[in-house]
């Protein structure tokens, strides 16, 4: 790793290269971003990844330190709780913090397109349509396709941000004693639309995470500020219960009808959007080291994971903020700064990758459960009881951006050990309120 | 997969490569192999993979069925067990078979050249500096770069035999939900030698793989039909005690006199095949599925092991094996062959990829250990009075083909299990041969 680069390439020009290159630009960097697809700002066509994210406080932070936060939280829509609907349309909400607290949830298109603006505000150069297809990690070179002909560009350092198949990491992956692994889980997912109402009225309660927990799959609602919901279905690709066994319109309509009959009520799209969308997998990418020379990887090409905690895109840009902490801390020597930033990452990216694994159960399958929302309530009374002594592990990974990953994955862990035995109380549900919750909170040992 | 293929391309003419061009090509297809690199047979220059290997039952059945077992065995050195050196050159035998079983020393090159030219026998067209660099899955065609130009070969079947960093398997890769993972251990490894006498004497005891178990490493030397012995290293790259702090000569030579002095003393040759030899690193390929339309992974390319059981071409030689089988089971309609293939096979090749990690720590650590031997000479004997109800693990995998490795790798657990009980017997070494042998052999519970 050179120690005082001038010249950094950035590959990709999605949320966190584009985030990225704000930060590096504003300090003082020549930034140039280059992306394999054309520039969404001038012909948006939608479709690719998912359609809005859930942005959460560590994202936030990170948008605060460049001074773009307050103007993306006016685009999203606060959704404080997971709203159930059982299959008679029973509803059940759990609110997501104890005291109000709300994920926001937000357009990935155009936060993206704001970032690009920003960042071209800074001085920053897009290159758009630039397929990365070499890389020389000896001489911090990338070789390009672009639409006319084929260009070497040399910088003093190349960041490869280039999501989840990141072309950067495949030139790691041949190196030698490279880590790699991919794997995805049996499930994958397909977007629907809920439309507004006659008079432009949200059809579902605004200010919620809808999800209709089916065992072994799911249906979720997020709001935009449109008032249209943007509908995933989780589902197994093969098996009994699966895509491959919804293979014309009845088929389908049937299958909604049958298991999320309140919503389907309200989406008249949804055999063309069934038709016309595609069927997308949910990898989980870990690797390392995320540094080779003069070359680093960030957010997902680093550490993709799948979507079940809305973290996505909140550890991409926490990898902006603690990259931009190091840089400080070390007066920009980028030797110290990259095995540092790796370190640090790594150990929370496996953690949050775990995490949102672990939680695709709780949202499809546990929250359906009365004896683990009594859990979830007693774990509230508890924090609020004892707000510093007892965080839930969904409020200490969404909403206490000072906290790691990897801490908060600890420290759940051994919240859930106290909890078990907490629920194997005799007749809990009749006498919770009773129970010794300042007892139950000392259990609890911080770490270190 | 096409159901009945006329022409099969295969790419990579290494052992398993050319072997399985030998079985398909007596079965009637027209065979292709395309090699990345020259025709060994005309310019040998050595290097590159290691250069003995352990021939053993499951290798010598596939060869067997090409008629090709006799000759090969000629060629080798029967080691009859692991003859461990302790530091101070004192010498313990342990035998791999109890009836006097053992496996084979054989130079890969060798073999690898004699299956060729085997293979050229049965009509099999080989081309050399063919590099792979694009693979269409959908059309079943290869693009090679060779010496000259960019050439395209289309076929009905295209079999990556291509090893552990195979280029089929990387276009499968990049396929959606493909499982991938590949591991470094931390060690790597160096080859040395051990030139023969002045008479031209084996200058260790010719019939057995030695073993300098050091714990946390170890250094081995498996005999060479002339007289010499390949010398192989196993130690980390990074740490207290590793590669990295053997930086010159001295340092080199005052770890082998004092890690390993009986054989640094007749190893001449040690400091300058130490600087002029690699050092290689040592990696777990895991990845499925193997098949994708009309294009197979098979050997070191759908499963690469480290070398610590022998079993990487064993394993690879029982592919070409096996798939034969299901071709006769099937009268070659690969539309059932292959995905049964791959569902027999990965099973195996998981297993036989943990026992081989599990052995690196048997041979650096165990076989240093007097309960450890204590503990293998009890099953020995329990083998002796039981042989069909009880088969110590190595022996299962090594000398018993007709047993699956899965199926070895869950007997092995179920016999650690009784051991286990058995050594905790008080004063086990002097009162084991009192033990009820056969209560021990009837309590090893079948599979199924």
Same mark, same amino acid.
């Given at each position: 790793m050179k120690k005082k680069p001038t010249t950094i390439s950035i590959v990709g020009a999605?949320?966190?290269? @584009?985030?990225? @290159?704000?930060?590096? #630009?504003?300090?003082?960097?020549?930034? *140039?971003?280059?992306?394999?697809? &054309?520039?969404?700002?001038?012909? !948006?066509?939608?479709?690719?990844? *998912?359609?809005?994210?859930?942005?959460?406080? =560590?994202?936030?932070? #990170?948008?605060e330190e460049v001074g773009l936060a307050a103007e993306m939280k006016k685009h999203s829509?606060?959704?404080?709780? =997971?709203?159930? /609907?059982d299959i008679n349309g029973k509803l059940t909400f759990q609110p997501y913090g104890t005291s109000g607290q709300y994920i926001n949830s937000i357009s990935r298109s155009g936060l993206n397109m704001f970032l690009m603006d920003e960042a071209e505000k800074q001085g920053v150069n897009f290159f758009f349509e630039y =397929?990365?297809?070499?890389? +020389?990690?000896?001489?911090?070179?990338?070789t390009f396709q672009n639409?006319?002909?084929?260009? /070497? /560009?040399?910088?003093?350092?190349?960041?490869?941000?280039?999501?989840?198949?990141?072309?950067?990491?495949? #030139?790691?992956?041949? *190196?030698?004693? &490279?880590?790699?692994?991919? /794997?995805?889980?049996?499930?994958?997912?397909?977007?629907?639309?809920?439309p507004p109402g006659e008079k432009g009225e949200f059809m579902l309660e605004r200010e919620a995470l809808h999800i209709w927990p089916r065992e072994?799959?799911?249906?979720? #609602?997020?709001? +935009?500020?449109?008032?249209?919901?943007?509908?995933?279905? &989780?589902?197994? !690709?093969?098996?009994?219960?699966?895509?491959?066994?919804?293979?014309?319109?009845?088929?389908?309509?049937? !299958? &909604?009808?049958k298991t999320f009959p309140d919503v389907t009520a309200i989406m008249p799209s949804l055999l063309e959007d069934f038709r016309d969308n595609p069927t997308s997998s949910l990898v989980t990418i870990r690797c390392a080291p995320w540094v080779k020379n003069s070359t680093l990887l960030i957010g997902d090409a680093a550490h993709g994971i799948v979507p079940f905690y809305g973290q996505g895109m909140n550890a991409g840009f926490e990898d902006c903020a603690v990259l931009n902490q190091l840089l400080d801390k070390y007066q920009d020597d980028w030797s110290k700064v990259a095995p540092e930033f790796e370190k640090l990452r790594k150990?929370?990216?496996?953690?949050?990758?775990?995490?949102?694994?672990?939680? !695709?159960?709780?949202?499809?399958?546990?929250?359906?459960?009365?004896e683990f929302l009594l859990r979830k309530k007693i774990e509230a009374r508890i924090h609020e009881l004892f707000p510093k002594q007892w965080i839930p592990l969904y409020s200490m990974v969404t909403f206490h951006d000072e906290i790691r990953y990897s801490d908060a994955q600890e420290m759940g862990k051994r919240q859930k050990a106290i909890m078990d035995k907490v629920m194997a109380t005799p007749d809990i549900e009749k006498n919770w309120e009773k129970l010794n919750f300042g007892e139950i909170a000392s259990s609890l040992k911080p770490l270190q």
């Open positions: 999605g949320l966190v290269g @584009s985030l990225l @290159s704000i930060y590096l #630009a504003r300090r003082g960097y020549q930034v *140039s971003v280059y992306e394999r697809r &054309f520039d969404m700002r001038k012909n !948006f066509l939608g479709g690719g990844r *998912s359609i809005n994210l859930a942005l959460s406080n =560590r994202g936030i932070r #990170a948008l829509v606060p959704m404080k709780g =997971r709203l159930m /609907h =397929r990365c297809i070499d890389v +020389n990690l000896e001489k911090t070179e990338l639409q006319h002909d084929i260009r /070497h /560009h040399q910088s003093d350092l190349i960041i490869g941000a280039d999501g989840a198949f990141s072309a950067i990491r495949a #030139a790691l992956q041949v *190196s030698d004693r &490279f880590e790699y692994s991919q /794997h995805y889980i049996e499930h994958g997912y397909k977007e629907l639309r809920i072994s799959y799911m249906l979720i #609602a997020l709001p +935009n500020p449109d008032a249209t919901f943007t509908v995933t279905l &989780f589902y197994p !690709f093969e098996g009994e219960n699966s895509f491959q066994k919804l293979t014309n319109d009845e088929e389908v309509m049937a !299958f &909604f009808k150990a929370d990216a496996d953690a949050i990758a775990q995490l949102a694994l672990d939680n !695709f159960v709780e949202m499809r399958d546990l929250v359906a459960d009365p």
